[in-house]
T-cell receptor
């Protein structure tokens, strides 16, 4: 248990569906992250939020839409995805956004997404 | 580009020390080195980090060379539960971090 939870753990969706991934952290952290992990590829940072403001968008297609309503919750809204978007989507949090001492990231278990 | 180099895989006998190397020859003076691991089907887990000095915690030891161009993560008494992919990561100046492909460590019974 890392203090970061993600729901659902598994999701299958068609290309025309709209779905959302949810992440919640119980650590009192101020920064939250979305990562994508495709098969046989390294983890890719998608979005970073610090104090509910988006501070990083790593050239992610607009069919992925993040939302951070408060410092404990992070959503990833999905619409008109492609089969190549099938991957493990990981959420993480850290004390602050700027890396340094005591800023290690705590990861959730991930959502395994399959796009048909 | 992760800008760190790690062997793709390593084997270690259970109960022995696992020594995982990482090359970060272009690291700058104020960049930390972080180590994470990812057990199959789970999110990455923080292990340890360091700047210049060697570090030790309850999970592992981190040995950083004097010129800071490489480091070694040491798991002192490897168990089967240590089978995972281990990532060596540089902290970037602009606060981005990039995970490379890591080292897949197999602990052999």
């Amino acid at each position: 248990e890392t203090g970061v939870t993600q729901t659902p753990r598994h999701l299958v969706m068609g290309m025309t569906n709209k779905k959302s991934l949810k992440c919640e952290q119980h650590l009192g952290h101020n920064a939250m992250y979305w990562y994508k992990q495709s098969a046989k590829k390294p983890l890719e940072l998608m979005f970073v939020y610090s104090l509910e403001e988006r501070v990083e968008n790593n050239s992610v297609p607009s069919r992925f839409s993040p939302e951070c309503p408060n410092s404990s919750h992070l959503f990833l809204h999905l619409h008109t995805l492609q089969p190549e978007d099938s991957a493990l989507y990981l959420c993480a949090s850290s004390q602050t956004w700027t890396w340094g001492l005591y800023n290690e990231q705590f990861f959730g278990p991930g959502t395994r997404l399959t796009v048909l | 580009d992760a800008k760190t180099t790690q062997p793709p895989s390593m084997d270690c006998a259970e109960g022995r020390a696992a020594n995982l190397p990482c090359n970060h020859s272009t690291i700058s003076g104020n960049e930390y080195v972080y180590w994470y691991r990812q057990i199959h089907s789970q999110g990455p887990q923080y292990i340890i980090h360091g700047l210049k000095n060697n570090e030790t915690n309850e999970m592992a030891s981190l040995i950083i060379t004097e010129d800071r161009k490489s480091s070694t993560l040491i798991l002192p008494h490897a168990t089967l539960r240590d089978t995972a992919v281990y990532y060596c990561i540089r902290e970037y100046r602009d606060d981005k971090i990039i995970f490379g492909k890591g080292t897949r460590l197999h602990i052999l019974p």
